[in-house]
C-alpha cells in the first residue's frame, strides 16, 4: 500500500528544494569528488538541525546563506570542498 504524499508547509518545501539543489550541483563536480560534496551537504544541514519549524526568522536566513553558498560552489572554478 503506497504511503500518501507528506504535506509540507511551503518554508518546508524551499528548504527540501535547496538540499536537492544541492545534490545536483555536486553531480556537475568531477566524479571522484562527489563523496566530499555530499558530506558537505549533509553536514551543513545536520549543524542547523536544532533549528525548530516555528523559527521563521532563522530559517529564512539560513536558506538565504544557503542559496548564496549554493551560487559559489556551483562555480565551474570550484572542483572540490574540505571538510
Not at 500518501?4 to 536537492?20: A, H, M, T
Not at 549533509?42 to 549554493?70: C, N, P, Y
Amino acid at each position: 500500500m503506497p504511503l500518501p504524499p507528506v504535506r509540507r508547509s511551503g518554508l518546508q518545501q524551499e528548504v527540501v528544494n535547496l538540499y536537492r539543489e544541492c545534490f545536483r550541483a555536486a553531480r556537475l563536480k568531477p566524479q571522484a569528488n562527489h563523496v566530499h560534496f555530499h558530506a558537505f551537504i549533509r553536514m551543513q544541514f545536520r549543524k542547523h538541525s536544532e533549528v525548530t519549524r516555528k523559527d521563521f526568522a532563522t530559517i529564512e536566513h539560513l536558506l538565504r546563506v544557503g542559496k548564496r553558498q549554493l551560487q559559489v560552489y556551483s562555480a565551474p572554478s570550484i572542483e572540490d570542498v574540505t571538510i
